[in-house]
C-alpha cells in the first residue's frame, strides 16, 4: 500500500449528532435541536418551540459531553491520529450574537482537546456542522442576513485565540455545498420556518427559494474566506479547509444528453469548491442564475475578499455514486431525482445508498486534477442495522467490507498521484443519523447501546470493526 508516513487515519463525528447536554451549562438551542427524531416517524419535523420529551434521541445523542474521556481513549486504542469533531456554536455563543463567549462552553472542548492530545491525537475541528444557533434563525433570519458573517468571525475569532496551540486542523462550513440542495435549507442555512415536517419545508425549487439558497451560500462563502484569512493571521501554521458534499455521478447510457446532463451534476462538487480553493466563482455560474432566474447580491469588496482566503485543502464526504439521464422514463421506472437512476453494476445499502468504492477513486482524481491541492476523505462509511450478540460481541463485516474496498481505492488514488493526506470514517461511534433522525442507521466501529426512542444503557462495546480498524492503521493501511 502507498499510504504516505503520517498519513492521517482517524474518525469523525458532529457535535449536534452525539453530544447531548443539547441545555447544559449555559448552551443555547440550535436550530438542530429544534428537529425532531424518533421511531414512529422516521422524518424529521422542525418546532419553533420546544416541547420536551419528543426529541429522543437527538437531544441526548450518545452522551459524549459526559463520556468524552472514555470515547477519546477508545479512539486512541484504535490508533486515531485525528479526530473530526464539531464544535456546538451554542455552547460558545447561546443565541449566536453575544460579545462574551460562555465560559463553561470554552473549558469544554479545551479540556477535549487537552484529552486528544493526551494521546497524540490531532484534532479537526468543523467550525459549523448544522449547529446555527436558533436565536439567528429566529431573529436574523440566518445566513441570509449578511450580519450573520460577523457573528461566524466573531465565534471563529474566539475558537482560534482560545484553542491556537491545541488544534491545528479546522474545517470552515461542513457539507456547504447541502445549502444548494433544499435539505440545506433550515439546517444549514437557518432559513425561518413554520412548524411542519422538514423535508416539505425544504421547499421545492420556486427562482424564490433558489434565489434566498444562493444568497445565504454566498454569504456562507464570504465567511468562509475572512476566516481562512483570520485563521492564518492567527496562527501561520493552521490549515484550514473547506469541506463538500462529494458526489461521484455517471451518465445512465453514452446518449450525450446523459453525459452532459452527468457532467452538469457533477458541479456539485466545483461551484462551491471553486469559490473556496480558487477564490472565484466557476466559469457556469452566469448561466446557471440566468437559467435560475435569479440575481444574488454582492458588494464590491467581495471579489477580492474571495481571493483572499483559497483554502488549504479540499475535504469530502463521499458515500455513494449516482447516475443522471435526461430520459424521464428511465428515471420514474428506476429511480428518483435526488439519487439519479439506479446503477445495474452496483448494490446498495439498506437505505438505498449504492456502494461503489471506485467512485472515490475517480471523485479523488478528478478533483485532484482541478485543484491541486492536499484532499482529505473526512467522510465516509456504512449506515447500517447492526445486532447486538448475547455476549456483547457486533459482528459487523459488511462495515469491513465496505471500508475495506474504500481504502484500497483511496490507495489506488494515491498512487495516480493524488495528494490524499487523512481519511476520518463518518460516525466512528454510533451516534444519531442526520437525515432519519435515528439511532438505528449505524455507522461506529463502537456500538452504543441506545435505542430510537432512546432507551439503554448507553454503554460503549467494541464491534469487529474496532479490532480491524485498528490493524489497519498500525499497518499503516497495509494491513486490510
Ligand atoms: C453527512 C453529514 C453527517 C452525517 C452523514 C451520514 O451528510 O455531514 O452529519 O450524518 O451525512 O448521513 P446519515 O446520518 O443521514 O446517514
Redesign the pocket.
Known amino acids: 500500500m502507498s499510504f504516505p508516513k503520517g498519513f492521517l487515519w482517524g474518525g469523525a463525528t458532529?457535535a449536534n449528532?452525539f453530544e447531548g447536554g443539547w441545555n447544559e451549562d449555559g448552551k443555547g438551542d440550535s436550530v438542530c435541536d429544534h428537529m425532531t427524531g424518533g421511531s414512529v416517524n422516521t422524518h424529521r419535523y422542525f418546532t419553533n418551540t420546544i416541547q420536551e420529551g419528543t426529541y429522543y434521541p437527538s437531544h441526548e445523542g450518545i452522551d459524549f459531553y459526559h463520556r468524552y474521556k472514555e470515547d477519546i481513549a477508545l479512539f486512541a486504542e484504535m490508533g486515531f491520529r485525528v479526530f473530526r469533531m464539531s464544535v456546538n456554536w451554542t455552547r460558545i455563543f447561546p443565541g449566536g450574537d453575544e460579545v462574551t463567549p460562555n465560559q463553561k462552553g470554552l473549558d469544554f472542548y479545551k479540556s477535549v482537546f487537552e484529552e486528544c492530545k493526551k494521546y497524540g491525537i490531532e484534532p479537526l475541528v468543523t467550525i459549523s456542522?448544522?449547529e446555527l444557533p436558533y436565536h439567528l434563525m429566529d431573529k436574523y433570519d440566518g445566513w441570509l442576513n449578511r450580519k450573520c458573517i460577523d457573528f461566524y468571525l466573531h465565534y471563529c475569532n474566539t475558537l482560534f485565540e482560545e484553542y491556537k496551540d491545541l488544534v491545528k486542523y479546522w474545517l470552515t462550513f461542513?457539507?456547504i455545498n447541502?445549502l444548494t440542495m433544499s435539505i440545506g435549507d433550515i439546517l444549514s442555512g437557518g432559513f425561518k420556518c413554520e412548524d411542519g415536517p422538514a423535508q416539505v419545508l425544504g421547499l421545492p425549487d420556486t427562482q424564490e427559494q433558489l434565489a434566498k439558497r444562493y444568497q445565504a451560500l454566498h454569504h456562507q462563502f464570504i465567511a468562509s474566506a475572512k476566516a481562512v484569512k483570520l485563521g492564518h493571521e492567527i496562527n501561520p501554521e493552521f490549515k484550514i479547509g473547506c469541506m463538500v458534499?462529494g458526489g461521484c455521478i455517471y451518465p445512465y447510457t453514452c446518449n450525450p444528453e446523459d453525459v452532459l446532463l452527468a457532467q452538469k451534476d457533477m458541479r456539485m462538487n466545483y461551484f462551491c469548491g471553486d469559490v473556496q480553493v480558487r477564490g472565484e466563482y466557476p466559469h457556469f455560474t452566469e448561466r446557471m442564475f440566468e437559467e435560475f432566474g435569479i440575481t444574488i447580491k454582492m458588494e464590491a469588496e467581495d471579489s477580492d475578499i474571495l481571493k483572499s482566503g483559497k483554502v488549504d485543502f479540499y475535504s469530502l464526504?463521499y458515500?455513494m455514486s449516482t447516475c443522471s439521464t435526461a430520459d424521464e422514463e428511465a428515471l420514474k421506472t428506476s429511480g428518483n431525482v435526488v439519487m439519479g437512476v439506479k446503477n445495474p453494476y452496483l448494490k446498495s445499502s439498506d437505505?438505498g445508498w449504492q456502494i461503489d468504492p471506485k467512485g472515490l477513486r475517480y471523485l479523488l482524481n478528478d478533483l485532484y486534477g482541478r485543484y491541486q491541492i492536499p484532499i482529505m476523505v473526512v467522510?465516509n462509511g456504512l449506515?447500517a442495522i447492526d445486532k447486538l450478540e448475547a455476549d456483547g460481541t457486533i459482528h459487523d463485516d459488511y462495515r469491513i467490507d465496505y471500508l475495506r474496498e474504500h481504502i484500497k481505492q483511496m490507495d489506488e488514488a494515491i498512487r495516480d498521484g493524488v495528494d490524499l493526506i487523512g481519511f476520518t470514517p463518518?460516525?466512528c461511534i454510533d451516534l444519531?443519523?442526520?437525515?432519519?433522525g435515528e439511532m438505528k442507521?449505524r455507522?461506529g466501529f463502537i456500538y452504543v447501546d441506545k435505542d430510537n426512542e432512546g432507551n439503554g444503557t448507553l454503554n460503549r462495546l467494541r464491534k469487529d470493526s474496532f479490532y480491524w480498524y485498528k490493524k489497519v492503521i498500525e499497518s499503516n493501511g497495509n494491513n486490510l
Open positions: 458532529a449528532q456542522h448544522y461542513n457539507e447541502c458534499a464526504s458515500y437505505w467522510e449506515g463518518w460516525g444519531v443519523s442526520a437525515s432519519t442507521k455507522y
